[in-house]
């Protein structure tokens, strides 16, 4: 199983930009799905998580203007940010909790990190 994650780049604040993260391999089901990000010198950050059911938390810094979503059919997590702020710069990872059909047991999937800068 892999987790691949995209949509990172350079953007101005006050833009928006979409991450996605694409699960591949011998899954049977995908379970808690979040995400991550990191600045360089901090620990790693919980920014949102969603549940199969779609229940979704967030981290206070980023309520409001981030969304997690997910296409259970494609096997893909989203994470729309708008409103970024120069803090919202890091390397974001998607991070999942998944059943592969090799062994039918639940273990975690960490994806690539994708870096987000937000500057002017």
């Known amino acids: 199983v892999q987790l691949q994650a995209s949509g990172g780049g350079l953007v101005q604040p006050g833009r928006s930009l979409r991450l996605s993260c694409a699960a591949s391999?011998?899954?049977?089901?995908?379970?808690?799905v979040n995400w991550y990000r990191q600045v360089p010198g901090r620990q790693r950050e919980l920014v949102a998580g969603?549940?199969?059911?779609?229940?979704?938390n967030y981290a206070d810094s980023v309520k409001g203007r981030f969304t997690i979503s997910r296409d259970n059919a494609k096997n893909t997590m989203y994470l729309q940010m708008n409103s970024l702020k120069p803090e919202d710069t890091a390397v974001y990872y998607c991070?999942?909790?998944?059943?592969?059909?090799?062994?039918?047991?639940?273990?975690?999937?960490w994806g690539k990190g994708t870096l987000v800068t937000v500057s002017s």
């Open positions: 991070n999942a909790d998944i059943i592969t059909t090799s062994d039918y047991r639940l273990m975690n999937y």
């Open positions: 391999g011998s899954i049977f089901s995908i379970n808690i």
């Open positions: 969603i549940t199969t059911r779609g229940s979704t």
